[in-house]
């Protein structure tokens, strides 16, 4: 299953689980509730430093890419 999110509205530990509230920009970009991240409280800790180190290395190769990019654009 795929969804898209642009962010999320709320976030609340129930039951011993983190519940992440997520939601798209609707009219007027109003947000609007698309679905409910459950991660076990357990684990949440590790679930989100890992999803936070796994965007820090998509910023550096990002980084790495346009670098590149600006390295060929001068050799021309």
Partial sequence: MHIFTDGFTSVSLSNGNLRIKLAQNGPDNEPIEVATLI??????????????????????????????????????
């Fill in 39 to 76: 991660v076990p409280g357990v684990a949440a800790s590790n679930f989100v430093n890992g999803l936070g180190h796994a965007l820090k290395q998509l910023e550096e190769q990002i980084k790495a890419k346009q670098g590149e990019a600006a390295g060929e654009a001068k050799g021309n």
